[in-house]
């Protein structure tokens, strides 16, 4: 059975780091991709970057320079950090299975940006 | 980035009725588009991928079309189940865009 859980903190205070870790189930990370997608509040669905099945990341060039996705296969993590937050980073965040573009999806987690 | 504009935004409908869903793509691409649907607290379900493919386990009422740059998602049939959101998404090519989201109600 395929599952992806993310997991982080609720709260991050304005200029610091997001440390967020998808932990999958189901699935090898050596076989498919794992995407990081977020909803911030009030705003539609953004793709974040990915993880591929084979270490290489992309990501999405409006949040590149703030963010970076990495990866433990032994522990089946998937991971992102983002720096810099502000207020608008205020949201929902998920981590999804690249399979068809896009099978499987966590249930999410709420971050709030405050201080 | 590729836009994908989806309409109508939010819906009202009954059961039984025929619903209709669309998503336009800024450019071509291909079939590489998905459809989901959402409940409030839970994780997106995949519905239908590569445009026109019902994802196992979904029921048949669901079922999706293109031609061109146009998508649509249909519910032939609607059932109180149904009620949710739904959104698409291109993964033609990266990044992946989303359509705005389309909040299905019951009249």
């Known amino acids: 059975q395929v599952q992806l859980t993310e997991s982080g903190p609720g709260l991050v205070h304005p200029s610091e780091t997001l440390s967020l870790t998808c932990t999958v189930s189901g699935f090898s990370l050596t076989g498919y991709s794992v995407y990081w997608v977020r909803q911030p509040s009030g705003k539609g669905l953004e793709w974040m970057g990915r993880?591929?099945?084979?270490?290489?990341?992309s990501y999405n060039s409006a949040l590149k320079s703030r963010l970076s996705i990495s990866r433990d296969t032994s522990k089946n993590q998937v991971f992102l950090k983002m720096n810099s937050l502000q207020t608008d980073d205020t949201g929902t965040y998920y981590c999804?299975?690249?399979?068809?573009?896009?099978?499987?999806w966590g249930q999410g987690v709420m971050v709030t940006v405050s201080s | 980035d590729i836009q994908v504009t989806q309409s109508p935004s939010s819906l009202l409908a009954s059961l039984g009725e025929r619903v209709t869903i669309t998503c336009q793509t800024s450019q071509s691409i291909s079939n590489n588009l998905n459809w989901y649907q959402q409940k409030p607290g839970q994780a997106p379900m995949l519905l239908i991928y590569y445009a026109t493919s019902l994802q196992t386990g979904v029921p048949s009422r669901f079922s999706g079309q293109f031609s061109g740059r146009s998508f649509t998602l249909t519910i032939t049939s609607l059932e109180p189940e149904d009620i949710a959101n739904y959104f698409c998404?291109?993964?033609?090519?990266?990044?992946?865009?989303f359509g705005g989201g389309t909040k299905l109600e019951l009249k």
């Open positions: 999804t299975r690249g399979g068809m573009g896009g099978d499987y």
């Open positions: 993880m591929r099945y084979n270490g290489d990341t």
């Open positions: 998404l291109q993964h033609y090519s990266a990044p992946q865009t």
